[in-house]
């Protein structure tokens, strides 16, 4: 036998059906799969040509096979008969082989087929037949083909009807039986449609010729010709056919048309079969594909807008980013000042203090001018740094309005925030977020280390050994004595910029936590937004190519 691959490449075809499966696969396309099924088979195992009788319920189809044949093998009569699929083909001696769905397969007599095809033996198919199978040698001279009769369709046993379509894709050749009683009605039609996309080689066949005159014989094949070229603008072959009058006349015309002509050119017509199949197969998986592409651009386009419409010019992040610095670079501003303002209270109380004290003290200093002012020195750092430590220990709460103050400001401006993002989720998605957990913490600034370096402005001490202490002493301690508003004011002064460094580093660090949890949120919704990503290029790519392989076909 001639490989098909000579008449078209198998690698094509193979490579096509299986970028078919993978679009089937992936988009559950579940409708295609028993042409895929059978494509594949016909490609894999280069089966007989299955030239099938169809038609309408007691058309005359199982008759016109035994009739052909010149045996009576099988059940015909005046009910709805045949209830299962059932081939004909060549085999050494006779015999059937009855293939069940559950993949058991039992060799019965030729006498008994009917326990198996026919309703009044096997009603509904209780006995799960999926296919006949008999071999005959009177089929020798059809070697390459197998006939096939099928249960007939309209009839009140729905299960032939389904029976029938189900088993349509594996059609090879189709020879329509039409009943000269019955000449063609829509239900005919409409399987000249289905059959279409499964095989290029449909056949009309008008049986029970013998009861119509020559003259309505005519009548109903230019019928049948003007029917299809208005209905499906196509014209198809016309064989008539009976067993009761001129039999071997119409056998003789369509066993050297159609069977004949199959048998002898059994290889280019099973190419051009599996050909046609594989196109059909490919053009509604485009179709499907192509119904897929839209809606998943359409989703793309739903999405770009989704997006835009929930991350908006309201909830933007570098926005936000501007309105929390200026917030807080507005209360920074403030906190030195607000401070110092507050430590002016204390200035003159303190000096006060610090001047009684040093005049209690500083008579009983002894020494040299140069050991009297370290002395002043050492005083003086202890005494302004404990006072210091005190006023920081009891008033710091005061010095706190600029943090709590950029708290309340990060904490509105955050709120507006979620608020409006979360209103863009529930007009556009319909769903509530949960509650936002968006508390910035009011970080308490640390304390400063309040003991100060000290540096005083007195030169005289270094050339103390020129100076007799009995006579100036009185006018050192003067000078000492007035120094101290200027030591408090500095200390003061110093208090007030350890505390604003403090408190401000306070700021930035809240100011850092909102930009955080904004960043956070939207870097989320913005990923479950992208996260349904769309197959819009995928099934772009598998379109482009099932285009190509169906070019190299
Ligand atoms: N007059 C006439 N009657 C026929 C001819 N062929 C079949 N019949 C009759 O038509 C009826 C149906 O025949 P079947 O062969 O069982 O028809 P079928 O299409 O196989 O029927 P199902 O299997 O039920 O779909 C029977 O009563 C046959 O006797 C024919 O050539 N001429
Ligand atoms: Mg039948």
């Known amino acids: 036998m001639e490989n098909i691959s000579d008449n078209m490449p198998l690698s094509n075809i193979r490579n096509l059906l299986e970028i078919i499966a993978d679009a089937c696969d992936r988009f559950q396309m579940i409708s295609l799969n028993r042409q895929l099924e059978v494509a594949r088979a016909l490609l894999e195992e280069n089966p007989p040509i299955d030239v099938a009788v169809m038609g309408q319920f007691k058309a005359g189809k199982s008759s016109f096979l035994n009739s052909l044949l010149d045996q009576n093998v099988l059940p015909v009569g005046a009910i709805p008969v045949t209830t299962a699929i059932t081939r004909l083909q060549y085999g050494e001696k006779e015999r059937a082989l009855v293939r069940h769905f559950n993949g058991r397969t039992t060799e019965v007599s030729l006498n008994d087929i009917a326990e198996f095809t026919s309703e009044a033996k096997n009603p509904g198919n209780d006995k799960n037949v999926a296919i006949v199978d008999i071999e005959l040698p009177s089929m ?20 032939h009807q389904s029976t029938s379509e189900h088993w349509l894709p594996a059609v090879g050749t189709a020879l329509l039986a039409v009943s000269a009683d019955r000449p063609l009605s829509e239900h005919d039609l409409e399987l000249i449609r289905e059959l279409t996309s499964h095989t290029p080689n449909i056949i009309l066949l008008l049986t029970k010729a013998d009861i119509l005159s020559p003259d309505q014989q005519k009548e109903v094949v230019s019928f049948f010709q003007d029917t299809l070229q208005r209905e499906l603008h196509r014209a198809l072959p016309v064989y008539l056919y009976s067993n009761k009058s001129n039999t071997e006349e119409y056998k003789r015309r ?10 002898a050119n059994r290889d280019s017509e ?7 199949k594989v196109r059909s197969l490919s053009q509604n998986c485009l179709s499907y594909l192509r119904i897929a592409l839209n809606a998943s651009m359409q989703a793309d386009l739903n999405r770009d807008n989704l997006h835009t419409q929930i991350i ?13 610095g200026i917030i807080s670079r507005e209360h920074q501003h403030q906190t030195r000042p607000l401070i110092e303002a507050y430590l002016e209270q204390f200035y003159s109380p303190l000096t006060k203090k610090v001047t009684r004290k040093l005049q209690g003290d500083i008579t009983s200093w002894k020494g040299n001018l140069w050991k009297l002012s370290r002395h002043y020195e050492t005083w003086v750092a202890e005494i302004l740094s404990e006072e210091m430590r005190l006023i920081s220990k009891n008033e710091h709460e005061n010095f706190l309005g600029t943090l709590k103050k950029a708290h309340a400001g990060f904490s509105r401006s955050l709120e507006a925030f979620c608020k409006f993002l979360g209103d863009n989720i529930e007009n556009v998605l319909g769903v509530k977020l949960a509650e936002f957990d968006w508390k910035i913490d009011v970080i308490e600034p640390e304390h400063p280390d309040i003991s100060f370096a000290k540096s005083f402005d007195i030169h005289l001490d270094l050339i103390w050994f020129l100076i007799p202490m009995f006579i100036f002493r009185r006018i050192f301690e003067w000078h000492f004595i007035k120094g101290v508003p200027k030591e408090v004011e500095i200390n003061l002064s ?11 580093n306070s700021i930035e660090a809240m100011r850092t936590q909102a930009i955080n949890y904004i960043h956070e949120e939207l870097s989320t919704i913005e990923a479950l937004l992208s996260r349904t990503q769309g197959q819009t290029d995928d099934i772009k790519q598998l379109i482009a190519q099932i285009e190509k392989a169906f070019e190299n076909l």
């Not at 908006?312 to 929390?324: D, F, I, Y």
């Not at 110093?494 to 401000?504: D, G, H, I, T």
Request: net charge neutral.
């Open 270 to 276: 099973f190419s051009r079969i599996l050909n046609h």
């Open 494 to 504: 110093r208090l007030a910029y350890q505390w604003e460094k403090s408190v401000n």
């Open 254 to 263: 369509v066993e050297e048309d159609i069977f004949k002509t199959i048998c």
């Open 140 to 159: 020798q001279k059809y070697s390459g083909l197998r006939l096939v009769d099928t249960p007939g369709l309209g009839s009140v046993y729905k299960y």
């Open 312 to 324: 908006n010019e309201k909830v933007n992040e570098s926005l936000m980013r501007e309105e929390l």
